[in-house]
Each structure stands twice: as structure tokens, then as C-alpha cells.
């Protein structure tokens, strides 16, 4: 049973910092990539960062370029999604989310992605 579970969200202040975590199950063998989205309030779901398993390629919006590094660790089957120098407008439910072959070119589509997780909330605020 194909399973990601993220954690990590949480309310931080403007210019702070998030680790986001990615559990990922029943799919740990073969070529695949973990792709990071959020979803703000009247806006639509946008790619924020990928990752292929086997590579470790990334890619990353430039929204958040500079600011965020995705990783992963491939032992403990987790991609992780570190978050520095927040905004406000970084404010979003963020999912991480499967994607069967790997990172591509056009990673921030979101029909790329046959599997996702459940959500965790980010709000960044004074």
C-alpha cells in the first residue's frame, strides 16, 4: 500500500525556519521522485521542489529558490523539505506527493503525481 505521510508544519515567525518531513512507504524500490507542493487560500496547488530517488536531482520554483533545500534519505525512506527566511506568503498546506519515474522538466505538474499525502499546514506570521 503506497503511503506519504508529512509532519513537520507548524506557525513560525516571518524570517524563521521549517524542517518538513516526507514518510514515504510501499513503494521504496525502483525509479520514482517525491515532488513538495502547497495550496494558499484562493490560489492554486503550485510545485515548490522535486527530488528523484536514484539521482538525487532537484529542482525547485523559483519562489523558493535560495531558500528551501529538498532532500532525502533514502534509509529511513524520508525526502525532507528545509524551509529558511520565511514569508508570510510561504503561508500554505504543503504535500509531498509521488511521482513514478523521475523529476522532469515540467515537475511542477500536478498530474505528474499518482500519489500524495494527507497535508501539513505552514503559516508564517508575526
Known amino acids: 500500500q503506497v503511503q506519504l505521510v508529512e509532519s513537520g508544519g507548524g506557525l513560525v515567525q516571518p524570517g524563521g525556519s521549517l524542517r518538513l518531513s516526507c514518510a514515504v512507504s510501499g513503494f521504496t524500490r525502483g525509479y520514482y521522485a517525491i515532488g513538495w507542493f502547497r495550496h494558499a487560500p484562493g490560489k492554486e496547488r503550485e510545485g515548490v521542489s522535486c527530488?528523484?530517488?536514484?539521482?538525487?536531482?532537484?529542482y525547485y520554483s523559483d519562489s523558493v529558490k535560495g531558500r528551501f533545500t529538498i532532500s532525502r534519505d533514502n534509509a529511513k525512506n524520508t525526502v525532507y523539505l528545509q524551509m529558511n527566511s520565511l514569508k508570510p506568503e510561504d503561508t500554505a498546506v504543503y504535500y509531498c506527493?509521488?511521482?513514478?519515474?523521475?523529476?522532469?522538466?515540467?515537475?511542477?505538474?500536478?498530474?505528474?503525481?499518482?500519489?500524495w499525502g494527507q497535508g501539513t499546514q505552514v503559516t508564517v506570521s508575526s
Open positions: 527530488i528523484s530517488s536514484s539521482s538525487g536531482s532537484t
Open positions: 506527493a509521488r511521482d513514478s519515474v523521475r523529476c522532469g522538466s515540467n515537475w511542477y505538474y500536478v498530474g505528474r503525481y499518482d500519489y
